[in-house]
């Protein structure tokens, strides 16, 4: 999340009056199977289908063509999975992050168990089951500990992780990506977050424009492409353009 300020247009003392909210860069990643160099895009502004165009040129800069298979790997967000079969379509595959998966498993684990050798033991045996797809009964495990209907979701958690997965099943195939050597977790991309918007946009006390954050992100994107030097090059090539 980046820290967006806007000031009030309507107030002669801009630091009067401003709207300070979030705002969330999108960023995505491609490379090879088991290539360390990365192509990466993002947007902050940019709607859904935005971000899904960013990560097809990500896929294309990494050797995405005809017949080249696409393993896609994010959260459980519906649009990303949208996007993935949007962009890629037959050639295109989604997994959902597996840990994310079980920090829901982990709180439905809370609920059903109150002793810690007991929680370890039974998130080993559900943990285990979805590794070789067997989701179904992970589901069937967590329908016999369902809580009464009358209690919000915020107040069952063995429910909001039987939904999460009851509505993903279709993206939890880790035993056939475990098999091919594919990642299961979107370690990659959180930790994208960290070097590449973090580090440079949330600051203590720093505050953005929309507009500067957009411009920015973009450098900090163009950087970690390996593209800086050729960026620069274009700037000193169109300023002398314009002067000759």
């Known amino acids: 999340m980046v820290p967006i300020m806007e000031p ?31 192509a990466f895009g993002g947007t902050l502004q940019g709607d ?13 800069q990494a050797g995405f063509g005809l017949g080249t298979p696409i393993h896609g790997v994010g959260d459980g967000a519906p ?23 079980c920090d829901y498993l982990s709180a439905a684990c809370k609920g059903i168990h109150k002793a810690e050798l007991e929680q370890q033991i039974w998130m080993n045996e559900q943990t285990a089951l979805l590794k070789t797809n067997q989701a179904g009964k992970v589901l069937q495990e967590l329908q016999s500990h369902l809580e009464s209907p009358q209690l919000n979701d915020s107040e069952a958690p063995v429910r909001q992780c039987h939904r999460y997965l ?31 918007v973090q580090q440079r946009m949330k600051r203590p006390g720093a505050w953005w424009r929309v507009h500067n954050a957009e411009h920015m992100l973009a450098l900090r994107l163009n950087r970690a492409n390996h593209q800086w030097h050729s960026y620069w090059q274009k700037i000193s090539s169109s300023v002398d353009d314009q002067f000759t």
């Open 48 to 60: 859904v289908d935005r971000v899904g165009q960013c990560l097809f040129d990500c896929a294309v």
């Open 79 to 101: 649009w990303i999975a949208d996007q993935v079969e949007k962009k890629f379509g037959a050639q295109g595959s989604y997994l959902v992050d597996f840990f994310h998966a």
């Open 166 to 196: 009851n509505n993903r099943l279709e993206q939890l195939n880790y035993r056939d990506a475990i098999k091919r050597d594919l990642p299961i977790g979107s370690g990659e991309i959180e930790s994208a977050h960290r070097y590449i």
């Open 8 to 38: 009030n247009a309507n107030s002669a003392d801009k630091r009067k009056g401003k709207n300070l909210h979030w705002e969330e860069a999108k960023i995505c990643l491609a490379h090879p199977q088991g290539s360390k160099t990365l």
